[in-house]
C-alpha cells in the first residue's frame, strides 16, 4: 500500500503533488470551534517515512522469525511488533496533530512493551519504565504545544490543528505574545520538548541506551529506523512554524550539536556490543537536529532515511554476533569472528563504512548535506560546523573500533 501510495504521487504534477492524498475516514472531534477528522495524508514528507518504516519493519519481522522462534512467548511478541508498526504509521499518517499524538503515545505504548518483554528480569522492567516516564515527561509538553497552537490560531478566527490549514494560517501569529514570549517561539519549544523525550535529545537521552535491554530486532526496529525519529518528522511536518520563530530553531540546533558530541564521546569508552549502537543512535540523532536547527529540514531527514538503514544493519548484525555468542554482549570476549562469520561481518562492515561518512557510502552524502547547511546557513556558524565534523571523527573512530574488537584479533572467547 505504500508503494501504492507513493506511484500515485510520482504520477501527479508538482503542485498538486504538496497538497498530498487525503482520505477523511470520519469525523472525529466536533467540540466549539474544534473540528477534526479521522483523516490520512499522504504527501512527500509522509510517503518518505512510510516507505522506510514498512520496508524495514518488513525486513526486521522477516528476521525476527528466527531470532525468537524458540522464544515461548513469540506470539505476544509479534503482536506488539505490530501494534508498533500500526502505531508508527499512524503517527506519520495523521493530517492533523491530534491523529499525530495519537500515535505518538502509540509507539511511546510499544516501546515500553517491547523493551520489558523480557519482564522476568527486573533491570528489563526498569528500563521499560524508565523509556515510559521519559516519554510521558516529553509528551506534557507537546500537549502543552498543542494547547498553546490552537489557543493561539482560534483567538484570529482560525482554530485548527490540521497541518494544510495551519500551514495557510500560521502567519497570523507574528506579533502575537503570551508571558511576554513571541507566541510561535514558545509553541515550538514547547513541541521540541516533545522531540528530546520521543528523540531522546538533552536532558531526556538517558533511557534509549537502557532501552537495549529488549530483544535486538526490537532494537533495530525503534531505535534506528521509526519511534526515535518521530520527533524529527514532527519538526519537518510543523517546519512551518519554526521558520517562524528562529530562537526556537537555534535552541534545537544548539541542544542537537551538544547531544551528538557528548553521545559520541560516551559510545567511546562503551564494551557493550549493544550500547554503543545505542549511544551511537544518540549522536546521530543529534546530528539531525542540528541539521532542523539550521533550517535543512530536507537534509536532516536525508539523514533520517540514511540512518534508519545502516543503523537497522548494523543492530540486526550484533544480533547475529549474540546469538552465535549464545547472548554475550561484552565486545572484550569476543574478537576475531570473521572467519566463523563471515556474512554477519561484511554486512556490519559496509554499514560502519556508511555511518562513518566515507565517500559513496550513503551517510557520506547525508552528512556532508548537514555540515555544508550548518557552515552557510544564516542560523548556523563555525562553532556548529566544527562540532559538526568533530563528532562524525569519533563516530568513526568508535565504529571502527567497535568492529575491530569483534571481528579482529585474537579469540578471546571460550
Not at 558530541?261 to 539531525?288: H, P
Not at 572484550?332 to 563504512?353: I, S
Request: proline residues 4%.
Amino acid at each position: 500500500l505504500s508503494l501504492v501510495a507513493f506511484a500515485q504521487l510520482l504520477r501527479m504534477d508538482e503542485h498538486a503533488r504538496a497538497g498530498g492524498l487525503v482520505a477523511s475516514v470520519l469525523p472525529w472531534i466536533d467540540v466549539g470551534g474544534l473540528h477534526v477528522d479521522l483523516a490520512f495524508q499522504v504527501d512527500p514528507l509522509s510517503a518518505t517515512m512510510i516507505l522506510f518504516v514498512t520496508g524495514i519493519g518488513a525486513l526486521i519481522h522477516l528476521y525476527s522469525t528466527a531470532y525468537m522462534h524458540e522464544d515461548p512467548a513469540f506470539w505476544r511478541f509479534f503482536a506488539y511488533l505490530n501494534l508498533f508498526i500500526f502505531a508508527m504509521l499512524t503517527l506519520v499518517l495523521g493530517d492533523n496533530l491530534l491523529l499525530m499524538f495519537v500515535g505518538w503515545e502509540g509507539v511511546g505504548f510499544c516501546s515500553w512493551a517491547l523493551i520489558g518483554f523480557w519482564h522476568q528480569e527486573l533491570p528489563n522492567t526498569t528500563a521499560a519504565n524508565k523509556a515510559f516516564i521519559f516519554n510521558r515527561i516529553g509528551d506534557f509538553g507537546f500537549v502543552l504545544g498543542i494547547f498553546l497552537l490552537f489557543w493561539s490560531l482560534d483567538a484570529h478566527g482560525h482554530g485548527t490543528l490540521v497541518f494544510r490549514e495551519m500551514r495557510a494560517h500560521v502567519q497570523v501569529l507574528q506579533g502575537m505574545t503570551f508571558w511576554g514570549w513571541p507566541v510561535a517561539t514558545l509553541a515550538a519549544l514547547f513541541l521540541f520538548v516533545g522531540a528530546t523525550g520521543k528523540s531522546a535529545q538533552i536532558p531526556l537521552y538517558v533511557w534509549l541506551p537502557d532501552a537495549m535491554a529488549g530483544p535486538t530486532p526490537v532494537s533495530a526496529l525503534i531505535h534506528a529506523a521509526t519511534m526515535v525519529t518521530a520527533g524529527l518528522y514532527m519538526i519537518a511536518r510543523m517546519s512551518f512554524l519554526f521558520s517562524l520563530a528562529p530562537a526556537a530553531l537555534h535552541v534545537v540546533a544548539v541542544v542537537g550539536a551538544f547531544t551528538a558530541l557528548l553521545a559520541a564521546t560516551i559510545a567511546t569508552s562503551q564494551n557493550d556490543i549493544k550500547k554503543v549502537l545505542a549511544y551511537s543512535t544518540v549522536s546521530q540523532l543529534g546530528y539531525m537536529f542540528l541539521a532542523m536547527g539550521v533550517g535543512a529540514y530536507a537534509a536532516g531527514m536525508a539523514h533520517v532515511i540514511t540512518h534508519a538503514f545502516f543503523k537497522a544493519c548494523l543492530f540486526l548484525g550484533s544480533g547475529s554476533v549474540i546469538h552465535a555468542l549464545h547472548h554475550e554482549q561484552d565486545m572484550r570476549k569476543m574478537g576475531g569472528l570473521k572467519p566463523y562469520m563471515p556474512t554477519t561481518y561484511w554486512t556490519f562492515l559496509v554499514a560502519t563504512l556508511a555511518i562513518a561518512g566515507v565517500p559513496l557510502f550513503a551517510g557520506f552524502w547525508s552528512k556532508d548535506e548537514i555540515l555544508w547547511m550548518a557552515y552557510a546557513s544564516p542560523l548556523g556558524g563555525t562553532g556548529l560546523w566544527l562540532t559538526g565534523v568533530g563528532v562524525a571523527g569519533l563516530t568513526a573512530f568508535y565504529m571502527f573500533r567497535q568492529v575491530y574488537m569483534t571481528f579482529h584479533g585474537e579469540p578471546r572467547w571460550a
